[in-house]
């Protein structure tokens, strides 16, 4: 069943208000007429099973059927932090670690990253790659869309490490602690139920630098391989995340 997400003032007590490109995509390419049935969030909090009122130019009013539970996010929210890569391999990183759970991407600069940074540009990608995230998560029937963040500072992604529960630095040089090993014993510390805030981050096509590893290190990440294989940085991000998700037991694992 098609999935749309709407802001909360949005939803009414009985109706919601679909507008702009959604109301559009359910008029024009679903073809939608009153009677059909969706699913509505409003990514905070609510969702619910909805059938269509009536259809406007730029609005579709829908009745609220049946308020659902929110049940299809992980307990373990992972924040990917990826180093600026080169054309749209950002795109894909947001589209399936979105897919997989993460609820957060921080791209940031380190040393080695290739793109020319330029904020006027870095605004126009931020939209696009928010409504990646967007259409991702509707797909992937998410109860809320993650956030993309704008670009930070080698900086200030390392302050941002301490308001983190655990910091993994993917480093395709550590030939000692892998992921698992470093996660296993963080999740199953937690108490049952609970929810665990975890970072991890991945490097540009030339990976970290040991002076960065160390830093990282310093602010409070933890360094660790994801196997004997070189990974393309666009893979890393997703490895790491669906590791992290078995491992705490998301798809079946400990």
């Known amino acids: 069943m098609q999935r749309y997400f709407v802001t909360p003032e949005q939803f009414h007590p009985d109706t919601v208000v679909i507008s702009g ?7 024009k390419v679903m073809r939608g007429k009153a009677g059909d049935k969706l699913i509505v ?5 609510r969702e619910a099973l909805v059938e269509i009122a ?4 730029g609005e579709v009013t829908v009745n609220i059927l049946e308020l659902l539970d929110m049940t299809h996010e992980p307990r373990i929210k992972i924040t990917v932090a990826q180093s600026l890569p080169k054309g749209d391999k950002l795109e894909t990183v947001i589209q399936k670690c979105t897919e997989i759970g993460a609820v957060a991407f921080v791209p940031f600069l380190s040393e080695r990253t290739i793109v020319q940074y330029d904020e006027r540009k870095e605004s126009k990608r931020l939209e696009r790659w928010r ?11 998410r109860n809320i869309v993650p956030d993309v963040h704008p670009p930070l500072s080698w900086k200030l992604l390392l302050k941002s490490f301490s308001g983190y529960d655990a910091v993994f630095f993917c480093y395709e040089k550590e030939e000692g602690l892998q ?17 665990g805030k975890v970072m991890v ?17 310093e602010a409070g990440a933890v360094s660790v391989g994801l196997g004997r294989r070189i990974l393309r940085c666009e893979t890393a991000g997703m490895v790491a995340a669906a590791c992290i998700l078995y491992e705490s037991g998301e798809m079946g694992g400990a």
């Open 21 to 27: 490109e959604d109301a559009r995509h359910i008029a």
């Open 41 to 45: 969030s409003d990514g905070v909090s």
């Open 54 to 57: 009536g259809i406007e130019p």
């Open 131 to 141: 409504k990646i995230c967007k259409e991702a998560a509707e797909q992937a029937h």
């Open 179 to 195: 992921l698992r090993s470093a996660a296993a014993p963080w999740l199953s510390a937690l108490p049952p139920q609970s929810t």
């Open 201 to 217: 981050v991945v490097g540009p096509e030339g990976g970290f630098s040991p002076e960065e590893c160390r830093a990282a290190e």
